[in-house]
Structure formats: structure tokens, C-alpha cells
């Protein structure tokens, strides 16, 4: 009852009456049924506006509920209009901040419309033209200079900007801000030229700056090689050390020499000096013999310790040298140049490349020809400025790890290429990778005709011949005497330095092939004794004790060859046939199994897996590893010896 009341004084609150109820039901119960009745339509229809009054408060209500909502909403879209407008002016700043400051970095260089005679305006030769042309020939020599330099280290960068034309524009745009900010804020070079008639021509002249000009004569009707030659000019001018890099690309060795020697010596900056200095010593090596360069190299290195190129062709010159354990040891050295980057001479990228490319030059003098085929493979694929040289190293490396077939199709590829700066280098270099491919082959003769055919590269780079008694002299030698030359190998081999790892394991062989087995030892112990780290001597030691019946101690050599080099896979294999010969087929899977790992395309392997499966009774298995090995390069004797086998 208590709710009730106060749900009906709430009510009578609500409709605003201000009655007392009891006194309505007293005075209706006095009242006449008229009164009464009039009185019940005078509240009925109170209570109809009353009701009405209510439905619009809450229209009322409703609306303005929904008008705060969009005020809200006004509100939030607001805020969110001025984050934007923000987030606009922030990006319009930022921009601004680079165009300026981009504009500072600026220095390009900028080729400007010619003067030209009339006449020669009405044949079509107008400035536009003749900058244009400018433009082509500079771009041009700037895609065919392949330098692993890092751009930014330039004085006069043509960086992003690179060479274009400036040609005004009509009207107000960006593009106009742009070229405003570089000409106040930037390090522009701005070509301009003109072409003037003389008694007997024209003179075609080009400004780069203030400081440089640039001046050629001929006839008018050659202004193409006239053109030509400038742009040469100019190149020179502006970008002495891409120029030198250009013509040693294009085999003009003798041109370049001197300006890398003038860069070392008065270059604008210390990187100008350091590569100049670096590639100044690589090249005088070609004219002057590998003594000139280390020497040249040493100097570039005590005048900055910090010149990581040319420690890193100090690295490359030792590996010519053949003294591996004095190589492995420089080589690590070069890596930590690499890896440190110092003086940023190299692009981080092309840094990263050469550090994987270094670090397989050492797993080569330790026999791991598989991962360093792979490296190099890389390094070959980046396509650096020595991607020829490095197409020879590969070529070599695939043919000491028995996978001819790659090797000569490497070779192929290496030809393919625009030659690199270091011509004389990598002529003798591909020289001795032909070399190596027809040795492993067995092809003697080859190895002796691709010798003879080093002879036009001497007469051109005098040089090099002093690279040739370590890198290709054993060869040589060894070649003549497997032919029965031995007069003509002991001469070859005897002017060799007494240093020299691969000269003493030749002498040792071509011994063998005597049959001086006390002096094969002793020749043998003498490579041992100067890189007792280093595995190929112990391998052909064991190879020639096996060779005349004396399987236990070529297995002895073979387990110290395979502790110097785990993945060297010839100890593995040869190990394998003595224990062929020791009659011991089972353990031999074993060795030709693991070898297998490091040397799949071995034709050879195969063949001697094949018959140790024989000897196991594994004759189904012993045919897949015959057919294996009949897809792949074999000598004369071990496709005699597969057709004898496969067949018995």
C-alpha cells in the first residue's frame, strides 16, 4: 500500500495538479451526477495536455540527446581534423627540411645548352643538341666504369643527381624550388660550352666549374668524335679516378697508370689517395713485375694503415705467391678490414660480398674447394669490377674439385664478360685456370699449348712474367714431364723459387715420374717443412706411396691430410683405394661416401665406389655408381678401366 502511495503522489507531482485526493472524493461525493460528470471531463482533459506536455518533453529530450551526440561526434572529427592538419604541416616541414637539406648535399653535374654558330644552329646543331650529345657520351663512360668504390666517397658525386640537363623551365613549380635551393645551397658542377669556328674548323670547348676547361679542334663534319673526345675530357676532369677505372676497363692499362699515380700522390681527398695509391701499385705490377707492386703496396700502406684496398691486394698478390700459411694469416687480417669498413671505401653491401669471397680464398689453400666454389660463386654473381678475375679463381677451384664440366662452362662465362682493370691479371689468371682444367683432365698437351698462349699477354704486360715461375711453371713442368719431356720439366721446374709450395710438391712428382722415390721423399718433406699446416703435400706423398705398392703408408699420409683438411676431398677418396688394395672394401664405402660430400661431380670417385660395392657383392649398386661415373669426366685410363669393370 505504501508503494502504491507513492507511485500515485509521484504521479500527481508529475502532472503538476497540486490536489489532495481525499478532498476531490469528498467533494465529488457531495456533489450532483452533472457536477460530478463535468468535473471528471474538466480532469480528463487536463490530463490530456498534461499527457501531451509530456509526449513533447520527451520529443524534446530525444532531440537533444541526438543533438549532444552529434555535438560529440562534431567534437571527435574536430580533434581528428587538426591531428591531420598536423600531421600535413609536419610532412610539408619535413619535406621542405629535405629539400633543403638535399639540396646542400647536392653535386651533380649540370650541362647547359652550348653556343654555337648560326649556321650550324640552322643545320640542326643547336646547344640543346650539343649538350645532349654531351650528356650521352658522359653517361655512357659512366655505365661502363664498374668500380666497387663507394659513390658517396666522391669529391664531385654525381650521386642521385647524376649528369642532366638544365634546360629552363616556364612557370613556378618544385622542380623551380629545387634547382634554386641547389644553386644556393648545393655543389653543383655546371657544364657550359660553346663551339667556335677557327681557320681550319671548329674548336669545341666545355667549362666545368670555374677552375677546368676543356678544348678540342678538328673538322665540323667529325663534331661526333670531336664530341667524343671531350666528354673524355670532361670525364677526366670532373672524375679522375672512375676515368682511370674506365680506361683500364677498356685496355688502356697504359693511360690509366698515371693518373691513379697522380691521384696517390696529390689526390683532393685520402680516399682519392688511397685507391689511387692501391690501383696505382696493382697495375704497375703488369708493367713491372709483382716485386714493384708489393712494394708500391707496402709504401700505400705505411703512408695509411687504414688503406684496406690495398692490404687487400697485398692478400691477393701473396696468393700468387704460394705460400699459403703466410696467406691464410694475411688473409685474416684482410677480413677484418673488411669487416670493419673503416674508412667506408666500400659499399656495405659489396664489403659483405668480399668478406664471404676472402674468407674462401683461405678454405681453397686448406683444400675446401666445395664452400669456396659457393662463395666465389657469389661473389662472381654481384658482379663487382673484378668479377672477370674472380670468373678465373672460380673456374680454377671447380676444376682442382674434379667438376670439369662447370669449370669450362665458367670459363665460357668468364670470356663473357667486359673485361675488368686489371687486364694483364686476369689474362694469366684464366691462363692457369685453363691450365689446371686440361691437367685434371690429363690433357698434357693442352696444358702445354694454353702456356704457349700467354705469350701476347707478356709482350703487352712485361710484368706478369714475373708472376709466372709460381703460378703456372708447375703446371708446366709437371705437364712436360708426364709427356717424357723430363729434360724440358726438370729446367722449368729447377728455375722455380725455392719457396714456393706447389714448386717443391711438382719437383716431388715429377721425381715420382722418374722414379726417384727417395728423391719424391725428399722433395716431399721440403714442402712439409716450410707450411706443415697445410694439407697437399701429405696428400700426394700418400698418392705416390700407393702409386708403388705401399698402401699403409699412404694411409698415414692421407689421415694427416684429412686432419689439415677436413673437407679435402682427395685424402678421402685415395684413402678409399688403399683400402681397396688392402682388401678392405667395406671400410673403403665409408671414405668415397664422406668424399662424396665435398666432391659429387668426381668421376673418378664414382668409378672406385662402384668397384668397392663390386668387391662387397653389392653388384646392383655397384652398376648406379658405374653409371654415375659414365656421366661424368673421366681420363683416358678410367674410362678403360669403367668399360672393363661395368661390364665384367
Known sequence: MAEETDGQETGAEASGAGVDPAAVALALGGASREK???????????????????????????????????????????????????FVGLAVAAGAAFMIWDASQSSGLLIEPFSVPPDLAQRGVTGQVMAAKLLD????????TNS?????????????????????????????????????????????????????????????????????AGSDTDLDGLEQQLSENVYRATQPYRYA????????????????????????????????????????????????????????????????????????????????????REN???????????????????????????????????GDFHDAARKVTEFVQAGTSIAPFASAILAETEAVNHDLAAARITML??????????????AVQSARARMQIDSEAQNWAGVLS???????????????????????????????????????????????PADCYDCLITRARIAEVEGQHGGADYWFARAIDGQKSIPFAYYYWGEALLEHGDPDGAIAKFTIANQKGPKFADPLEMWGEALIAKKQPDQALAKFEEAEKYAPNWGRLHLKWGEALGYAGRKDEAQKQYAVAAGLDLSSADKAELAKVSHG
Open 332 to 366: 685474416k687480417k684482410a677480413v677484418s678490414f673488411l669487416l670493419s669498413n673503416k674508412l667506408g671505401m666500400f659499399n656495405a653491401d659489396v664489403a659483405s660480398i668480399f668478406v664471404r669471397n676472402f674468407q674462401a680464398y683461405s678454405e681453397l689453400r686448406l
Open 245 to 328: 677505372m674506365y680506361l683500364g676497363e677498356h685496355g688502356r692499362v697504359d693511360e690509366a697508370a698515371p693518373i691513379f699515380k697522380a691521384l696517390a700522390e696529390t689526390g683532393a681527398t685520402r680516399l682519392d689517395r688511397d685507391y689511387g695509391y692501391a690501383l696505382w701499385a696493382r697495375l704497375s705490377g703488369e708493367q713491372d713485375g709483382i716485386d714493384t707492386s708489393l712494394r708500391l703496396l707496402q709504401r700505400a700502406l705505411a703512408v695509411d694503415p687504414d688503406n684496406m684496398v690495398a692490404e687487400l691486394f697485398v692478400v691477393d698478390t701473396l696468393g700468387n705467391e704460394s705460400l699459403p700459411e703466410q696467406f691464410i
Open 36 to 86: 460530478a460528470d463535468a468535473f471528471l471531463d474538466d480532469q480528463r482533459a487536463v490530463l490530456q495536455k498534461q499527457g501531451a506536455l509530456i509526449e513533447d518533453q520527451r520529443h524534446h529530450l530525444h532531440r537533444q540527446y541526438t543533438q549532444l551526440g552529434l555535438s560529440i561526434w562534431q567534437q571527435r572529427l574536430g580533434v581528428l581534423l587538426r591531428i591531420a592538419t598536423g
Open 413 to 426: 662465362d668468364a670470356e663473357n664478360y667486359r673485361t675488368d682493370y686489371q687486364v694483364g691479371h686476369t
Open 450 to 496: 694454353e702456356a704457349d698462349a700467354i705469350a701476347p699477354t707478356l709482350q703487352k704486360y712485361p710484368g706478369m712474367r714475373s708472376f709466372l715461375p709460381r703460378m703456372t711453371s708447375p703446371l708446366m713442368a709437371y705437364a712436360e714431364a708426364r709427356l717424357g719431356r723430363i729434360a724440358d720439366a726438370e729446367k722449368h721446374i729447377a728455375a722455380t
Open 148 to 216: 666497387t668504390r663507394a659513390i658517396k666517397s666522391y669529391v664531385n658525386d654525381w650521386g642521385q643527381q647524376g649528369i642532366k640537363l638544365d634546360i629552363p623551365n616556364t612557370g613556378v613549380s618544385l622542380t623551380e624550388l629545387d634547382d634554386f635551393l641547389r644553386e644556393k645551397l648545393g655543389h653543383d658542377t655546371h657544364v657550359t660550352g660553346e663551339i667556335v669556328r677557327t681557320a681550319t674548323g671548329v674548336n669545341l670547348t666545355a667549362r666545368a666549374g670555374a677552375e677546368v676547361a676543356e678544348s678540342v
Open 137 to 144: 657520351h658522359l653517361s655512357q663512360m659512366q655505365a661502363q
